[in-house]
């Protein structure tokens, strides 16, 4: 019986350490998130543009093999350390591989993926991006996951208005 | 034996209903229609869509999914603010039902907007914005119909961008119009273009 309980507890915890990691700054004052989900995606996949493109059919099948993405921001100091700390756990916990670096524009950004599917893919890109902004302090997490095609994700760079997209944009030329 | 059986699954059988009638959002629509608190808006597709009886009939299909919107909103001011807490409350436990689909999801210091469905993919029910801010109310806006086709009515929100739909916005009036700019505000900044 202890043993059960020994392995539920080992299965679960995972799932709680990696949820709880970033869905508690959502709700914290001095923060802002965003977050899009699959449904949206599947939603926005959906939509025939009658297009033969064939560029724009990789787009597309991009958009649909999204889960989500969250994008987490702040201005405020402390909360930006916490988040440094929780950043760098996170990364060691969850077998994240550097993907790489650059300093962009007074700003420090690092991208890390997970292995995905095939070769040129991966099933999640993390950009952890500090620095300033117009004269202010800029904290930004950002959290894809899905099946990316990290040739395609410069283009989703474009059509993202959010902090950070920018600096996704740059993910192909390196 | 056979009597209490039949007595135990009618219990049961009541005992299902009654929890099925859990707080739906339109059980709240018609609850709080009368109270003094909410500013409620209910108006029929036919009133904003004006008159489109030269479009494909394809289109007009479309068109006719579209039922009606309604728009309620609290508004918050320094005497309800109690109100506006409880009420704030019961809405955000209705809306984390998971019948209701989050497709996207924004928070900021004390401002809040979530953008949900009802029903599947290819026939929408019900869309639905819920935009919070602490400091002046919340408001939700559903858009409801029968099995609306999303990539149908987005092909229709092209036309009606180049001027083929006739869409009657001015009947809403200032209506919320703070509101309704404010939200824009936090709507615009995390907008996904979706014109390629």
């Known amino acids: ?174 | 034996m056979k009597k209490i059986n039949q007595i135990l699954l009618l219990v049961i059988a009541v005992f299902a209903v009654a929890c099925s009638g859990e707080p739906s959002l339109q059980k709240y629509y018609v609850e709080n229609q009368e109270n003094e608190n909410f500013v409620v808006l209910d108006v029929p597709s036919s009133l904003f869509l004006g008159d489109n009886s030269d479009l494909s009939e394809e289109d007009q299909k479309v068109i006719r999914s579209i039922r009606k919107a309604n728009v309620l909103v609290l508004p918050v001011n320094n005497n309800n603010q109690d109100v506006y807490q409880e009420e704030k409350a019961t809405m955000e436990t209705i809306l984390k039902d998971e019948k209701y689909k989050v497709l996207m999801r924004f928070d900021s210091s004390g401002r809040n907007v979530k953008v949900m469905y009802l029903g599947e993919q290819d026939a929408i029910d019900e869309v639905i914005v819920y935009a919070n801010d602490n400091t002046k109310g919340f408001a939700v806006a559903r858009l409801l119909g029968d099995d609306m086709n999303f990539a149908a009515v987005m092909k229709l929100m092209q036309s009606a961008a180049k001027g083929d739909v006739d869409v009657n916005l001015d009947v809403l009036g200032g209506f919320g119009k703070e509101l309704n700019e404010k939200s824009k505000k936090t709507k615009d900044s995390i907008e996904v273009k979706v014109e390629m």
């Open chain 1, 1 to 174: 019986m202890k043993k059960l309980v020994l392995i539920i507890a080992l299965s679960v915890f995972p799932f709680l350490s990696q949820a709880q990691s970033f869905s508690n700054y959502a709700d914290m004052k001095g923060v802002s998130s965003m977050v899009m989900t699959s449904e949206m995606f599947k939603l926005l996949a959906d939509i025939d543009f009658e297009s033969t493109d064939p560029e724009v059919k990789r787009y597309i099948q991009l958009i649909e093999n999204l889960e989500d993405i969250k994008i987490l921001t702040t201005q405020d100091a402390t909360i930006a350390k916490k988040m440094e700390t929780d950043v760098n756990s996170y990364l060691s916990s969850a077998s994240m591989s550097k993907l790489m670096s650059f300093k962009d524009d007074g700003k420090e950004v690092n991208f890390y993926s997970k292995p995905g599917s095939k070769k040129g893919a991966v099933s999640q890109l993390f950009m952890f991006l500090k620095g300033m902004e117009e004269g202010e302090p800029i904290t930004v997490i950002m959290s894809i996951t899905g099946d990316i095609d990290l040739k395609e994700v410069s283009k989703l760079a474009q059509d993202l208005e959010v902090p950070g997209a920018d600096q996704l944009e740059k993910v192909n030329e390196k």
